[in-house]
């Protein structure tokens, strides 16, 4: 059975790691970050978002 997106950004999210764009498609593929991160905050994961001073934003789940 195929990991999804979500559940690949979810589980790397869990281990106490960030994750900007760049990262989300070198980790699964995924180029709407930002869709995936509202739907994991849609049911209930408290996920904050940084902007970097390189453009970038930052996300991290918090516990």
Do not use: P, W
């Not at 979500?6 to 869709?35: M, V």
């Not at 940084?50 to 991290?60: A, E, G, P, W």
Request: charged residues 20%; glycine residues 4%; hydrophobic residues 40%.
């Amino acid at each position: 059975m195929r990991i999804t997106q979500k559940a690949n950004i979810l589980r790397h999210l869990q281990q106490g790691k960030t994750i900007t764009q760049r990262e989300a498609i070198a980790l699964c593929n995924c180029y709407r970050l930002s869709a995936v991160i509202f739907e994991l905050r849609s049911v209930g994961y408290r996920v904050d978002s940084n902007m970097r001073c390189d453009s970038f934003k930052t996300f991290v789940i918090i516990s």
